[in-house]
């Protein structure tokens, strides 16, 4: 093969001749619709290279000068993009909310970038505008089960939108956030609204000190991205204590009057379905009725735990949720979507209004157009996927896999407790659990060998990670049994359907291998030694 070289026959190749059947990247091609895991075994190493070393195939800071072939770019692709990425696949790899796909998704993604649509307007978009209105249309009447005639007049309307689809949950809770500004900061008399006349005006206006937005310790950190972006400010961002993992509505109702007092005004009040880092959920139910006495938006981040809303046995978990004003779901999470797929759903569909924008040459009053009430501008139709996979699993088939999931968690955290050098530390409310290794020698409650404890999982994460067959996660937590002073703790989320029990006892097997080794294992052991000779003694 010669050199690639620039010309226009070049390029217009590029653009439309498919490569040939025995190029690279027809072979990449066929190897991943024929089998995907074993392509990703065979390309990705599981060993870890260090991202330093990894960044030595990245230093070139301009644009190629001449082209290169096709073929010849796939290649570069595998050996320095592919190979040292993270497989994902992997049922050992339960340390995030990022799983294995369904295989359909595959062809479907080809289609849907060969397409290229555009979902900012109906000009670019045609068929996929009411397409995404109907998926949207689909989680509001997971959350909210309104009447068949509410979804009639509202599922296409010009004048109001049931939510946004958007990019992921940070935008969803952005998205929710706004809306909740605009509307507490809405036009009145002489006073334009927050959307024109900006924050300083709109608190004037109001006489609001300043205003805030409250959650549990818990709350993500979309959350405080989004006090900055709406001009609130992080300090804002009103935090509560929770040894319990669960926001409690007493604590939340004396923080939203207190700060009330001080001449503020609450914004919201956030619930989570389903917190990031222990997957616990607010009480829903309890919290709805706290908004509604101090008299603020009440929004559910369910980003992760909405998708449990598909299961009758489990979706009492998230009682209440259909009192919150606004609710923001990641498919991409729990709902085996590829990445790029969170939505904000809104109880009332005039709320979408607070945030309508015009523009002349598209999004014209009147018009569907869904970028006159989304934050993002361009956007792909990832709502077909959500689409596609509504329609091939099925609710029934959602429940599958959630109730599944969440059982799975269960016979985990049972088998922790069962391990004597192993401690639950919090037990799963849905499919996500922490705990970490705990020598049964060791007296935890005691400050020197808590200590010790945190650098002994450090130390066993951060090499079962390195040694690249089994991925957990780690975090830090304050809970009820230790008190205030955060431990080291594992975390796992049983997200993979193809994770299997014997896959679980094989991690926790690896992860006493390692602890064992470790220097902070021997010393646990000596302090325990001779703890044990001074209470003879
Ligand atoms: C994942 C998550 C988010 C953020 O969503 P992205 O899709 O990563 O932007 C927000 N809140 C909760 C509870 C989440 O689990």
Redesign the pocket.
């Known amino acids: 093969m010669g050199k690639a070289t620039a010309s226009l026959e070049h390029l217009f190749r590029v653009f439309t001749k498919p490569e040939g059947k025995d190029s690279k990247l027809a072979q990449i091609e066929e190897h991943l619709s024929d089998n995907l895991s074993d392509f990703l075994s065979q390309h990705v190493v599981t060993k870890a290279k260090s991202l330093e070393e990894i960044e030595q195939n990245f230093q070139d800071y301009k644009v190629p000068e001449s082209p290169e072939f096709v073929t010849k770019h796939a290649e570069v692709l595998l050996e320095k993009v592919v190979s040292h990425s993270v497989n994902t696949y992997a049922p050992t790899f339960i340390g995030h909310?990022t799983s294995a796909l369904p295989y359909f998704h595959l062809p479907l993604a080809k289609l849907l970038v060969g397409l290229n649509q555009n979902l900012v307007k109906i000009e670019t978009s045609k068929a996929f505008t009411p397409l995404e209105r109907q998926v949207i249309g689909m989680l509001h009447e997971l959350v909210y089960s309104q009447s068949e005639d509410f979804y009639k007049s509202h599922l296409h309307s010009a004048k109001q939108s049931l939510g946004a689809f958007c990019?992921?949950?940070?935008?969803?809770?952005i998205t929710a956030l706004w809306v909740a500004r605009n509307k507490a900061l809405a036009p009145n008399g002489k006073f334009r609204g927050v959307a024109q006349q900006g924050l300083a005006a709109g608190l004037k206006h109001y006489g609001y000190e300043s205003m805030g937005i409250l959650s549990s310790k818990r709350g993500?950190y979309?959350l405080s991205k989004a006090v900055d972006v709406l001009g609130l400010g992080r300090e804002q961002m009103l935090t509560i204590d929770c040894l319990t993992q669960r926001l409690s509505p007493e604590k939340a109702l004396a923080a939203g009057r207190e700060f009330e007092q001080r001449g503020n005004k609450l914004l919201a009040l956030v619930g989570?379905a389903?917190?990031?880092e222990t997957g616990h959920v607010d009480p829903l139910d309890e919290l709805a009725d706290v908004a509604k006495e101090l008299n603020c938006h009440f929004h559910v981040?369910?980003?992760?735990?909405g998708a449990t809303l598909f299961s009758q046995r489990y979706k009492d978990k998230l009682k209440g949720i259909q009192k919150a004003d606004s609710v923001?779901l990641?498919a991409?999470?729990q709902m085996y979507v590829p990445m790029g797929a969170?939505m904000v759903v809104f109880k009332n569909p005039e709320d979408s209004n607070a945030v309508r924008h015009h523009a002349q040459y598209i999004l014209r009053a009147g018009s569907k157009d869904l970028g006159a009430t989304t934050l993002e501008g361009s956007r792909n139709g990832m709502a077909m996927m959500v689409y596609a996979s509504f329609n091939i699993f099925g609710r029934q088939g959602y429940e599958l896999l959630i109730d599944q999931s969440i059982e799975k968690a269960h016979a985990f955290a049972q088998l922790i407790e069962e391990h004597e050098d192993f401690e639950l530390i919090t037990a799963p409310t849905l499919s996500l659990l922490t705990y970490r290794v705990k020598p049964s020698f060791v007296d935890a409650h005691c400050s020197k060998q808590s200590e010790l404890l945190d650098k002994l999982n450090v130390a066993v994460q951060k090499q079962q990670r390195e040694a690249g067959k089994s991925f957990v996660s780690r975090t830090r937590l304050a809970v009820e049994k230790y008190g205030l002073n955060p431990l080291t703790v594992f975390r796992v989320v049983l997200a993979n359907p193809l994770t299997t029990e014997q896959d679980l006892i094989n991690i926790l097997q690896e992860q006493l291998q390692i602890a064992k080794l470790t220097k902070s294992w021997k010393e646990l052991e000596d302090q325990a030694l001779a703890q044990l000779k001074r209470s003879v003694g």
């Open positions: 909310m990019s992921g949950g940070t935008v969803a809770n993500h979309s989570i389903g917190t990031t981040d369910a980003a992760w735990g923001t990641d991409h999470k969170g």
